[in-house]
């Protein structure tokens, strides 16, 4: 039935469509002209209104502080708000510990499966191989890059594993992480497939431990003094 | 900080939409204990309530831009977002949530049933709320049951009628009627 034109139809299932007392088919009916309907829209809109107010009838109660901060942790706020003091979340890392303990054991595996791989992928034996490699993981240790730096040619090439889902507006930005001072910018880095960058001079592990992928407003950071974004991949830089 | 003044609700929506997280902690702090009340008188258990709590904000950030004040009002916005995910929740569980009859804040209740218009005016509520409890006073004390059993927990007419042990007919009626009133009357305070 089209209720467009029955004024007090419409009035009665918009009041029990906002109430929850419309069920089944009947819900799924009106919910479809609701869709098309402006009029049927404003009408809910109101008795949303009028019957909402409801909720305020219950006891308010004080939500427990986790709730925030796993909001805060869900939503990255406090990467966000960390803007004031851009280093503090890269000094961070640096501090971490456990990261740096376990990088002698991963530098080891990495290079041992990288050797592996580029041997196997070497077309021509006689081609120089890469001197420096990091494969860098999201927060759950997943890889999702390979970065291979070739210093007989200047050029360091960074593969992506898996296709990244990265907002129109945004772009991914790769970091060399000194032990001292800021992070440099290496370029950018494609969403997906294969790009070859210009890789430093003096970009060895021993200068840059680190490598890190941080999301980027369009184009990269808009700050020449480092990233502005979260880290979202980030692993050692080793020599192979 | 408190929830009654919904013109400094709206200004921080938008700059919540701005992604403005100042904004959305004042936003929080301002709605969170109204919203997890209601939530919890809902779901019950707080571990769920807790749950659609942060799903809700989580949403309220992501979508404040698409929020239109000339629609809504913020609260409304709000809890339909909170009501849509408890609900979700409620089937999600797929458990029987034992229903009480302290939905109402005791406070409420007693503004509800004081026949001076004073205990309403001192709750702490939005003007719209402060009007809906004066038009939901003029209604008989099992109108106002029926009508809270179905908003807070998503209960057709039939379920309302085996909680309240009443023939579904007479239901059915009730909430109509208890509605059409509900609209007459506040329409009547938007003209005063």
Not at chain 1, 75 to 90: E, I
Not at chain 2, 80 to 86: D, H, P
Not at chain 2, 117 to 127: G, R
């Amino acid at each position: 039935m089209n209720i467009q034109h029955n004024e007090k139809l419409r009035d009665r299932l918009s009041a029990a469509y906002v109430l929850g007392t419309l069920k089944g088919g009947a819900r799924r009916r009106f919910e479809s002209q609701l869709k098309n309907s402006a009029l049927i829209q404003r009408e809910v809109a109101e008795w949303q209104d009028r019957l909402h107010p409801l909720a305020e009838f219950s006891p308010a109660i004080n939500p427990p502080a986790r709730v925030w901060q796993a909001i805060e942790q869900k939503l990255v706020l406090r990467k966000q708000s960390s803007q004031t003091s851009p280093w503090a979340f890269w000094t961070d890392l640096r501090n971490d510990l456990s990261f740096w303990r376990g990088l002698g054991l991963v530098s080891t595996t990495v290079a041992t499966i990288l050797v592996a791989v580029l041997t196997i992928k070497q077309p021509e034996p006689t081609a120089p191989t890469a001197s420096f490699v990091a494969m860098l993981t999201d927060d759950k240790a997943q890889t999702a890059m390979v970065i291979t730096g070739d210093a007989s040619h200047h050029q360091l090439i960074a593969r992506v594993l898996s296709r990244q889902t990265v907002a129109a507006d945004k772009s991914l930005e790769l970091w060399a992480v000194p032990k001292q001072g800021a992070p440099r910018s290496l370029g950018l880095v494609a969403v997906d497939g294969t790009i070859t960058l210009p890789l430093p001079d003096n970009a060895t592990p021993q200068s840059i431990p680190l490598l890190a992928v941080t999301l980027e407003p369009k184009g990269g950071s808009p700050d020449p003094n480092g990233p502005t974004g979260p880290i979202v991949f980030k692993g050692a830089w080793v020599q192979i | 900080m408190s929830t009654d003044d919904p013109q400094q609700l709206k200004t921080w929506l938008a700059a919540v939409a701005k992604k403005d997280t100042q904004a959305f902690r004042s936003l929080y702090d301002a709605t969170s204990p109204k919203l997890f009340g209601f939530v919890l008188r809902i779901l019950i258990k707080r571990e769920w309530a807790e749950e659609v709590l942060q799903e809700s904000f989580v949403n309220i950030w992501n979508n404040a831009a698409s929020y239109q004040s000339h629609l809504a009002a913020p609260m409304t916005w709000m809890t339909t977002i909170v009501r849509n995910k408890a609900f979700d929740m409620l089937r999600r569980v797929d458990d029987v949530v034992e229903i009480d009859n302290d939905t109402f804040d005791k406070d409420v209740m007693d503004a509800l049933e004081s026949p001076d218009p004073t205990p309403i005016e001192s709750l702490q509520m939005t003007d719209n709320a402060k009007a809906l409890a004066r038009c939901f006073a003029r209604l008989e004390g099992l109108h106002q049951q029926a009508i809270a059993l179905a908003f807070y927990h998503d209960l057709s007419h039939n379920e309302v009628a085996e909680q309240l042990k009443l023939p579904i007919g007479t239901v059915k009626t009730w909430i109509r009627r208890g509605l059409e009133r509900l609209r007459i009357c506040l329409t009547k305070l938007e003209g005063a």
